[in-house]
């Protein structure tokens, strides 16, 4: 009985300590790095009822309930996926729109990904279910951009439907759903006309959003070129920046021109690196001769999540081993996909922010790379996700760097 009494004496004593504490976690000793505080160093990062509280030089423990020593990681703003496919469940064999896609939560917080917008998957005809079905039940905050096309990525004919594509319908369903329905999306499209495109950007002038645009079969009738530099409209995005079959080189293996001219416009170029959309040879060319996309996305799906894709911190990886820095490689995975989806909330550590964070670590050593055709490029570090925060709460803990040591744990079943 007296040992009974003890134990509550002592659970009381700790949660009136966790209850007058002044954060309810504190992230002690890490890097930060968020692009839009312009923060790239030691900080201590302390979080209050799911926001961001503080962020300073040096915060002391005892203000904390919980401190998790992330000395030698990197803290940064929760990751932004801008290109994903997550509309599962449909049991629709072979399309995006059901078997193709995955369940986000199995996908995101391992890989420090706390935001994912779905691209395309559902068109204004299904993508209430789409709410429903996932966005709803998930615990990673999941986006979306409408496909022009009302019934989404059903693949074949269904894709290629252009009495399916009505810009009024796709943007009354944006406007229904403001800041969930961040986008437009056209994809897949094989025909010659413009129509696709022409049909997104005025879904998206009418919802004020932007649109993402995977050309499908490249032809003579609807040059690339003219796609980048007067089709789309300034915060428009491409995806499958490095796709073999974009005209990015010239013969000498440096980036098109036009390429920079788009850019300076306000045209947006996003890896979308996927399955079979990111090739060395278009990489490593135009990386080098300063073509760099805007934004770092995977295009998760079952045809890239076990290949040369893997997952948003290796995709990372790859820019690494590019030469980009890691500050770059975080803003282009954080704050720059947040702003191109008008979702500034996101993508930052500043006060009152939602605390979703992440916290990497880079290792050295001698690491490979596959792209979509198998070809590997030699890397000497790796960025590996240790720790996800999505509002406050963990949600990933690769070493268990949150947990309480287990010789303080309860031991009674009571």
Known sequence: MTKHLSRLVLLAALAAGSLFAQ???LLKGGHVIDA?????????????????????????????AKVVDVAGLYVTPGLVDIHVHVYAGTGMKGAY???????????????GVTTMVDVGSSGWRNFPDFKQRVIDRAQTRVLAMLNIVGKGMGGGDIEQNLDDMDADATAKIAKQYPGTVVGVKTAHYEGPE??????????????????????????????????????????DMYTHTYLGRVPLLDDQ????????EAQKRGVKFDVGHGGGSFWW???VGAVKGGFIADSISTDLHIGSMNAGMKNMANVMSKFLALDVPL???????TWEPARQIKRT??????????????????????????DVKGSRKKGTQLLVCELTLRDGKVMWDLNGRAGTPWQEARTSTE
């Open 23 to 25: 954060y309810d976690l």
């Open 36 to 64: 839009r505080n312009d923060i790239d160093g030691p900080r201590d990062v302390a979080i209050k009822d799911g926001r961001i509280a503080a962020v300073a030089e040096s915060i002391d423990s005892s203000q904390a």
């Open 97 to 111: 729109s059901g078997d193709s896609s995955v369940y986000p939560d199995g996908f995101s917080f391992r890989s």
């Open 194 to 235: 413009w129509d696709p495109v022409e049909r997104a950007v005025a879904a998206g002038t009418k919802a004020n959003i932007p649109i993402m645009v995977d050309f499908g079969l490249f032809r003579e009738e609807r040059p690339f070129e003219e796609l980048v530099t007067k089709k789309l409209r300034p915060g």
């Open 253 to 260: 293996n440096k980036p098109r021109p036009y390429l920079f």
């Open 281 to 283: 040879f278009q990489a």
């Open 327 to 333: 500050k770059d490689v975080v803003r282009k995975s």
């Open 345 to 370: 909330d996101l993508g930052h550590l500043s006060v009152g922010a939602g605390a979703d964070v992440a916290v990497l670590r880079l290792d050295t050593g001698d690491f490979g790379f596959l």
